[in-house]
């Protein structure tokens, strides 16, 4: 579902240096690392957001810089502070992300309801986002991100701000999603989300990848076979210059 091979980016200093990235379809995949060690650039570059100093990115087996307006069809970024119009209700939002996306009406009327329900938005489809709380404007986002379904999702801190029900709707909306072959690719800060939700997890440090692999595989290249993730995290990172 997506091959980055060699990306490079500089912004006066090195950000992401020569990064190859292969995520299979039917993936969730968590890419892990240090504040400033590359993370949301990458995957900015890979959205399309960002322009790569040197590097190959393809989606779906589309050359996203190429074909960037080709690739972006069946992407979606949802950033950890996502952008809704407070003066819209998340069924006026879904039916404009659904014009903007060119969905036909009548299966954006579908998909809207269906996710809305999903998420336990629909009870909320007519209130005005301004007076909604930061979980339900972040799952209302993703609702509006999963519109055009997608086949690889791309996610900047998703569970940021979500209380431990929201967090589950929103793990089983995307776990439902990756069982139906498509690709979730996500950063995270609690190292718990990825060790629990992710199927194989990049740690990455000053812009290079340093290990990467099933959690198990990550324990065995740490060398401790019952170690947290936090600490076969901590382990190899540690081990990178600054």
Not at 30 to 51: E, H, I
Not at 65 to 94: F, G, H, I, M, N
Request: proline letters at 5%.
């Amino acid at each position: 579902m997506l091959n980055v091979r060699g990306l490079c980016k500089s912004f006066g200093r090195p950000a992401v240096i020569d990064l190859d990235l292969s995520i299979a379809a039917g993936e969730i995949y968590a890419l892990l690392g240090p504040n400033g060690a590359g993370k949301t650039t990458t995957l900015r570059m890979v959205c399309g957001l960002l322009v790569p100093d040197a590097g190959n990115i393809a989606i779906a087996g589309i050359d996203a810089l190429a074909e960037p307006a080709r690739a972006k069809q069946v992407t979606a970024w949802l950033p950890d502070e996502p952008l809704l119009y407070d003066r819209l209700s998340p069924l006026e939002y879904l039916e404009f992300v659904a014009g903007l996306w060119q969905v036909p009406a009548e299966p954006a009327r579908g998909r809207a309801q269906s996710l809305l329900t999903e998420l336990g938005l629909w009870p909320h489809r007519g209130e005005m986002c301004e007076g909604f709380s930061r979980g339900m404007r972040q799952k209302t986002a993703l609702a509006g991100a999963l519109l055009h379904d997608p086949a690889l999702l791309i996610m900047d801190e998703p569970l940021s701000g979500l209380d431990a029900a929201a967090s589950r709707q929103v793990k089983d909306l995307l776990r439902a999603r990756v069982e139906s072959g498509r690709t979730v690719v996500l950063t995270t800060h609690v190292l718990e989300v990825a060790e629990r939700l992710a199927d194989r997890i990049g740690i990455i440090a000053s812009g290079r990848m340093v290990a990467e692999g099933t959690f198990l595989e990550l324990q065995g290249q740490a060398g401790h076979g019952d170690a947290t993730l936090e600490d076969v995290f901590l382990h190899l990172t540690a081990e990178q210059p600054a």
